[in-house]
């Protein structure tokens, strides 16, 4: 895009204008869904990336009747006809302003089911939609950051590894579990497992010290802790409140 934000109060007068009356769910994706997530600008982005989910592609032409579409096919930018439904593996739709070229934006197609969102890269990675589509204080949804973060994994290059480091102490428990749990069934051997193991030791270690506390002072007694589902822990950052409807 060629008119781009640079501050996080730019998105929100830039996106509620774009996406106001949307008739589906979406939410910014990418490297400015991570800053919006640490409410700070850390670094330059190239693009804004939007996230909707694929049943509803037909719901953006219509919502954006002025713009001109492509898809993306091996690389390739390619005209997206009206008639045609795009299907896996297609998943970047790039939008232009038919009366200002100057500005573009780039859609990404997910996976859902009834209840949860699915990794379109390996279908038993889900995380509840309630949990993957979160709210920025501004209202603005976004994607769940240890989602953008699984998407950033399979090619990771030095800036995913930036945006990596950067939220290691803002993310909760629950949102590292998954993504180790999620990098461990589609990327076995990939270099943030180590970081991640140990981040998610820390955190268990901390989790235990806190709970010898509590017993050692009698304020366990009738408490039910619930964790996780093994295996694929679904996750909801501290910070960040359900999505619900999806209008901005």
């Known amino acids: ?5 640079v501050s996080i109060e730019d998105i929100p007068a830039l996106v509620r204008p774009l996406m106001r009356g949307f008739k589906a769910l979406w ?13 700070q600008v850390t670094r330059p982005h190239d693009d804004l990336e939007f996230a909707i ?60 089911t009834a209840d949860d969102w699915v990794y379109r890269r390996e279908g038993r990675i889900r995380m509840p939609l ?4 979160v709210r920025h ?25 930036r945006d990596f480091q950067k939220l290691r102490n803002a993310l909760g428990r629950e949102q590292w579990q998954w993504l180790e749990a999620s990098l461990r069934i589609c990327h076995p051997a990939h270099p943030w497992l180590a970081q991640l193991q140990t981040t998610n030791g820390a955190h268990q270690s901390a989790r235990g010290k806190a709970y010898l506390r509590k017993r050692k002072r009698g304020r366990l007694s009738g408490v039910r802790v619930c964790g996780p589902r093994p295996g694929l822990p679904h996750t909801l950052p501290p910070s960040a409140t359900p999505n619900g409807a999806a209008d901005a």
Do not use: Y
């Open 137 to 161: 204080v501004s209202g603005l949804p976004i994607l769940c950051p240890a989602i953008v973060l699984l998407f950033k994994a399979k090619n990771h290059r030095p800036k995913d590894d």
């Open 130 to 133: 309630e949990r993957a589509i």
């Open 1 to 5: 895009m060629l008119v781009k934000p």
């Open 27 to 39: 939410c910014v994706a990418g490297g400015w869904a991570l800053d919006l997530f640490l409410g």
């Open 53 to 112: 989910f694929r049943q509803d592609q037909h719901l953006l032409r219509q919502h954006l009747r002025d713009w001109t579409f492509q898809k993306v096919v091996e690389g390739r930018h390619l005209a997206w006809s009206a008639d045609e439904g795009l299907k896996l593996p297609i998943h970047e739709i790039h939008a232009h302003l038919t009366k200002d070229p100057r500005l573009s934006f780039e859609f990404l197609l997910n996976e859902r």
